[in-house]
Antibody
Framework: QVQLVQSGSELKKPGASVKVSCKAS????????MNWVRQAPGQGLEWMGR????????TYAQGFTGRFVLSLDTSVSTAYLQISSLKAEDTAVYYC???????????WGQGALVTVSS | DIQMTQSPSSLSASVGDRVTITCRAS??????LNWYQQKPGKAPKLLIY???SLQSGVPSRFSGSGSGTDFTFSITSLQPEDFATYYC?????????FGQGTKLELK
């Protein structure tokens, strides 16, 4: 079945970096873009960006440029989100989600909690 | 960016009730409107795509309607497992944007 499995929770200090992975299975990875969505504690869903899994070209939402980098390793059907210079306000659950033809997201990964605390 | 305004932000209902949530886009989005359900500690789940199409495996008590800027999402005959938070999402124009969510609680 189509599935996205994300890496586990991370506890990082301010200023550090983190790389979250999202491994896809059950479909042809390069046929669908991968989206990333942030959910801060107790808050709603915020689209961060997507990466074209065929070309590797990323598109970022405003507010997610500079410190946020989307990348791929197509040899292992995995997408990555790297965040550098972490701040306390980056504490959130980060989801990957496959993008389908009309732009809806299905399925979603289980989420990766990133906690930034000194 | 296109703003998505969901209402109400919270809703209390009983098992067996019918509930409706609305989502308004700040610009025309045709039928590029999708609905998700999220339960605590879980990832969102796609319920409705393209404003009206029911995702495979989703019970028929869920439905969506609308086009342009105004959309509705309904659940007929609420079941205990339906108490969750629901989000709309527009996929017409990048950046994709979500509504703020509607928390459906048991009365």
């Amino acid at each position: 079945q189509v599935q996205l499995v994300q890496s586990g929770s991370e506890l990082k200090k301010p200023g550090a970096s983190v790389k979250v992975s999202c491994k896809a299975s059950g479909y042809t990875f390069s046929n669908y873009p991968m989206n990333w969505v942030r959910q801060a504690p107790g808050q709603g869903l915020e689209w961060m960006g997507r990466i074209n899994t065929n070309t590797g070209n990323p598109t970022y939402a405003q507010g997610f440029t500079g410190r946020f980098v989307l990348s791929l390793d197509t040899s292992v059907s995995t997408a990555y989100l790297q965040i550098s210079s972490l701040k306390a306000e980056d504490t959130a659950v980060y989801y990957c989600a496959r993008g389908l033809s009309g732009g809806w997201f299905d399925p979603w990964g289980q989420g990766a909690l990133v906690t930034v605390s000194s | 960016d296109i703003q998505m305004t969901q209402s109400p932000s919270s809703l209390s209902a009983s098992v067996g009730d019918r509930v409706t949530i609305t989502c308004r886009a700040s610009q025309y989005i045709s039928t590029f409107l999708n609905w998700y359900q999220q339960k605590p500690g879980k990832a969102p789940k796609l319920l409705i795509y393209g404003a009206t199409s029911l995702q495979s495996g989703v019970p028929s008590r869920f439905s969506g309607s609308g086009s342009g800027t105004d959309f509705t999402f309904s659940i007929t005959s609420l079941q205990p497992e339906d108490f969750a938070t629901y989000y709309c999402q527009q996929s017409h124009t990048t950046p994709d944007t979500f509504g703020q969510g509607t928390k459906l609680e048991l009365k």
